[in-house]
């Protein structure tokens, strides 16, 4: 299972989304097509288990919005971004 | 596509941080089982703020009882204090705290103003809590009445200045009369009355409290002079007086130690103690006499 860590804290910024994981931080900020992602990704993980496939699902949500980009590039640049916040515990697979 | 430098530093808007700030301390507070109300900034009702009031740090109100527990908390999870509650002000309400990630927390253990027992205010408030969403997270908030009263009975310490009148004009002044007079039954039901009366310019009404010159300095502000004499007329008993006295020549080391930028030593701390005597001193030669604005006081209340 996928999840977005129930410990993430965020907030709508002017350059982004301001993501932090309580209790100790970090704070990072997404930007750009990342705050996309972001909003994405919790949008559909509102609940605090999602289907076991989130992460395809979201780079297809990803790949609906921008029809046009190279749908490799997306996937990848997508999927390393997830990993990123998998490796800050912003995500959770359990 | 724009490439994903989705770690990269980015610059943190102060009233980001603020919000986020809030929701790390509840997380906290939610964990330790702990009674927290969020005040001031983000935690503020819509209805009762322009929005252009931007906090530097997140101000949080703390069961009493559960103060200690709350700064073992802190300080077990990154937080380093900087101010203490003895050092923080006259009313030795707050304690400053700050994370690297998530910046600066004021812990109130009561709000200055009211006199009812900080427990019991605690309760009183707590029982008419509110939720309000903070960076995602559920934060318990006063209720609105308590806001807008915490709110006028803040800017009552403003001294005047654009930002307090900004906040009673709008927690206060543009309200409905039914919420205003809510607002006032409650400040009495708290013992907040006179502090209120400061935030409303009406302390001429109470002319005979000895608190009366202490709430007219921080609400129209005055010289350090004024400040001290306010707070002797303010001190009824000997203990109390003494502790004004030591107040005046008193060094707290945490400022010290902000403005040097590193643990002061010995030798200088003995510099800001001359330093803080010298100023007094010149501060009472410049402003020989009290202000002539207020009736006199009963005679044990002249210093």
Known sequence: MTRVAPEAIWVPADNGYAVGLVPRGPVIVLQDSSAFIWETLQTRGREPFVSEDVIDEVIQGVLDQMPDAPRDEVASQTRQFLDQLLALGLLVLD | ?303
């Not at chain 2, 004024?226 to 502790?243: G, I, K, N």
């Open chain 2, 1 to 303: 596509m724009p490439t994903l430098d989705a770690v990269d530093a980015a610059p943190l808007d102060l009233p980001v941080r603020v919000q986020l700030c809030h929701a790390a301390l509840q997380h906290l507070a939610d964990q330790s089982g702990l009674d927290v109300l969020h005040v001031k900034g983000p935690a503020i009702d819509s209805a009762l703020t322009d929005r252009k009031r931007f906090s530097t740090d997140a101000d949080i109100l703390i069961r009493p009882s559960h103060t200690a527990a709350l700064q073992r908390t802190l300080e077990r999870n990154g937080w380093r204090l900087v101010t203490s509650f003895k050092a923080g002000s006259f009313f030795e309400h707050a304690a400053n705290y700050h994370h690297d990630s998530w910046g600066y927390v004021d812990v109130h253990r009561r709000f200055p103003g009211v006199t009812m027992h900080p427990d019991e205010a605690f309760e009183e408030l707590w029982s008419r809590r509110q939720e309000m969403v903070i960076a995602q997270w559920p934060c318990p908030v006063p209720g609105l009445v308590d806001q807008a009263m915490l709110l006028t009975l803040h800017a009552a310490r403003g001294e005047n200045s654009p930002r307090a009148r900004l906040d009673v004009e709008n927690a206060f002044d543009r309200q409905p009369e039914d919420f205003q007079r809510q607002v006032r039954d409650r400040a009495d039901d708290l013992g907040a009355t006179l502090a209120l009366a400061a935030a409303l310019h009406e302390l001429d009404q109470h002319p005979e409290d000895p608190m009366t010159d202490l709430w007219r300095f921080y609400a129209e502000g005055g010289t350090r002079a004024d400040e001290w004499r306010a707070r002797w007329r303010a001190a009824l008993t000997a203990q109390t007086r003494a502790r004004v006295l030591i107040g005046i020549v008193w060094v707290n080391r945490e400022f010290v130690a902000m403005e040097l930028g590193h643990e002061p030593s010995s030798a200088e701390m003995r510099a800001a103690f001359y330093s803080r005597i010298r100023n007094a001193v010149n501060s009472l030669r410049r402003n020989p006499r009290p202000r002539p604005v207020h009736p006199p006081h009963s005679p044990q209340d002249q210093g």
